[in-house]
């Protein structure tokens, strides 16, 4: 047993059912149970003012448990045991579709049999069931009435057979008689003959009816009709394998336009599943436009992060270099500062021995001068002191000389250390300048790996799309594919369902052909009972008048007790025959003494027994009729 749990809006109210079947069904056998189920209950649950409006499937949906979420229903493969359904209704004026929870499932109201997976031959017919796999959400999938439509209407070859069984006499009467109505009048029985195309003139009719009209009150009554039926037997047959061709046509005419209409209803589902596989395939080419727009994106983010790798190691080179060359200018820096040190050493001791010379000669300035005033105070010691004061000049001058040394010395050396500052702040303004394009290049550095990093990150959220889109292309092609298949099975469900109307057409051809020459057959033989009926009556009217002359015979003749038997000529004709015309009676039809039977009357003949029977013309076998019992005369 597998059970689907199926939910519609019927009228405002939701419901949900659990619908059983033999085996896991196909989407059309799906649809037609649940069309009949709920078609059904929107009939029960019809609002008065609404207008007779019958329940029909828009389109299904069935819940996935995987992603917790609704898709469209497109194939029969998704009906697995116990899933849940919910059938779509076109949204109208007097249907809107109400936002509510789905209830409990319960079974149905009306307990219908579980309908079996396949369908009998014909073999096209066997795959209409599973003419709707279009799961396709959607794919969706054909008129799932199809099969119950085909399964539900009768066959041809069934009413045939119906109408082929045996029916007694008294079950023949009553079906005609209904037809006619309660109480038959004459333009009633002129309609139903007219109607059934029984070919016999008005005058032939209104006489028919005068004399089945026992009471003369202008209508037929049951019994009345009964004396009418066994009157003219051939006319009751006709009457009723033509009522019973009626409804074969009724029945053949129905399944024509049930065909017809599911025909039409397949087509417009073919028309919708073609429309979800077009779009399908749009859907599917948009994701392929977008998925080759993605993998361009991410060969140009591939080129970007290549590009920035380069640029990233080049900065990351020009760092080092810069590192390279802030370190060799450091360290120049560090020697040049320390050849200025050296140099303000120098210096330093250049301007201690100035110092020390200036010192020196203001203290032989002071030594000359206090020698001169020693001099001018001592004119005795003037040459002793002359020749210490040129011994003093001398070391004034070389004492001068010494100072004149030290100061180009000191020149020297100044102009040295201006050489180093020179140096110096070449040395400093290189370094600033190394600093520099190294505080640059890790800017670079820093920037190129941001860069990198943010292609890496679109890169990897491109890649992370890609495979999303690679994913729905799948879905989408698979959905895609079951829309193709889908729309396949629906044109050869078309296909058979128009082969089905062209059969069926074909045989109501054929079978009002075949009515037609029965109905040619059959007249003859209804104006033959007619002219025998006639025949009958002129004869029976022939032997009343020989019966009352034979009396009036006996009674001239005082031999009233002994009964005469009429002997008809062998050479008499069935024609109607005037009285003078007939043949005088001879002496040799009395038979005086022997006493014969009672004569049978012409009326009990059955008429079977001058004319072919309509069921043996229509090749049935025939039935004895039930007569009513006649008087002996």
């Known amino acids: ?52 409006v019958p329940f029909s499937i828009h389109r299904m949906q069935v819940f996935n448990d995987a992603t917790n979420g609704w898709n469209d229903l497109v194939s029969g493969a998704q009906l697995v045991d116990y899933c849940q359904v919910y059938l779509f209704q076109k949204e109208s004026s007097w249907h809107k579709e109400v936002q509510s929870k789905i209830p409990p499932a319960s079974k149905p109201p009306t307990a219908t049999p579980p309908i079996a997976v396949s369908v009998p031959a014909p073999a096209p017919l066997i795959e209409i069931p599973g003419a709707g ?100 037997p051939t006319l009751l047959d006709s009457v009723f394998y033509r009522l019973k061709d009626e409804i074969t046509d009724k029945h053949q005419l129905d399944a024509i336009v049930t065909a017809k209409a599911v025909g039409a209803s397949l087509a417009e589902r073919l028309a919708d599943v073609r429309a979800s596989a077009l779009q399908a395939q749009r859907e599917r080419d948009q994701k392929n436009t977008q998925i080759a727009v993605t993998e361009q994106e ?41 050849a200025e040190m050296t140099r303000q050493s120098q210096l330093q001791e250049q301007l201690g021995a100035e110092e020390v ?25 003037l040459i002793d002191q002359q020749q210490e004061v040129n011994r003093q000049h001398e070391i004034l001058a070389a004492a001068q000389s010494e ?38 290049s890790q800017t670079r550095e820093r920037e190129c790996g941001q860069i990198v990093n943010a292609v890496r990150d679109e890169l990897t959220r491109i890649i992370a799309t890609k495979e999303i889109q690679t994913r729905e292309a799948t879905t989408l092609a698979a959905r895609e594919e079951m829309h193709c298949k889908a729309e396949a099975e629906a044109t050869r469900a078309c296909d058979a369902q128009a082969e089905q109307i062209q059969i069926l057409e074909k045989e109501n051809i054929e079978h009002s052909v075949q009515q037609r020459q029965t109905e040619d057959r059959e007249r003859p033989l209804l104006e033959q009972e007619v002219r ?12 009343a008048m020989l019966r009352n002359e034979h009396r009036s015979f006996n009674s001239t ?58 069921a043996a013309l229509r090749g049935l076998s025939p039935m004895p009729r039930a007569r009513s019992p006649q008087p002996a005369v």
């Open 1 to 52: 047993m597998h059970t689907i749990l199926a939910s519609a809006d019927i009228h405002g109210t939701k419901l949900n059912y659990e619908l059983d079947f033999a085996a896991q069904p196909t989407l059309q056998e799906f649809e037609a149970r649940a069309n009949a189920v709920f078609g059904s209950e929107s009939a029960g649950r019809k609002p008065a003012e609404f207008p007779s």
């Open 133 to 232: 796999n279009l799961n396709l959400p959607s794919a969706v999938p054909v008129a799932a009435s199809t099969a119950a439509v085909l399964a539900a209407q009768a066959p041809v070859s069934t009413i045939a057979a119906a109408v082929a069984e045996p029916c007694a006499f008294d079950q023949k009467l009553r079906m005609t008689f209904d037809a006619f109505g309660p109480t038959v009048d004459l333009d009633a029985f002129a309609s139903v003959l007219h109607r059934l195309r029984i070919a016999l003139n008005p005058q032939t009719i209104h006489d028919i009816f005068l004399k089945a009209d026992c009471n003369q009150d202008g209508l037929l009554n049951f019994s009345e009709y009964t004396r009418l039926g066994e009157t003219y």
């Open 298 to 338: 991410i060969a140009n983010c591939h080129g970007r992060e290549r590009d920035s790798m380069a640029i990233l190691e080049a900065a990351t080179a020009e760092v080092g270099n810069n590192q390279n060359s802030v370190i060799v200018a450091r360290a120049d820096v560090a020697r040049i500062k320390e």
């Open 357 to 381: 010379s200036h010192s020196k000669i203001k203290s032989c300035e002071m030594e000359a001068q206090r020698a001169q005033d020693r001099l001018r105070e001592l004119e005795k010691m």
């Open 403 to 440: 100072l004149a040394a030290i100061q180009g010395g000191k020149a020297a050396v100044i102009e040295q250390l201006r050489e180093v500052e020179i140096q110096t702040k070449v040395a400093h303004e290189t370094l600033h300048q190394y600093e520099a394009a190294l505080t640059n």
């Open 532 to 543: 025998l009926r006639l025949q009958r009556e002129n004869l029976e009217a022939e032997e």
């Open 557 to 614: 003749t005082h031999r009233a007790g002994i009964p005469i038997i009429y002997e008809p000529p062998s050479n008499l004709t069935v024609a109607p025959t005037p009285h003078s015309a007939l043949p005088a009676l001879t002496p040799t039809a009395i038979a005086p003494i022997a006493p014969v039977q009672p004569v049978q009357p012409l009326s009990s003949l059955p008429v079977s027994s001058v004319s072919p029977s309509i």
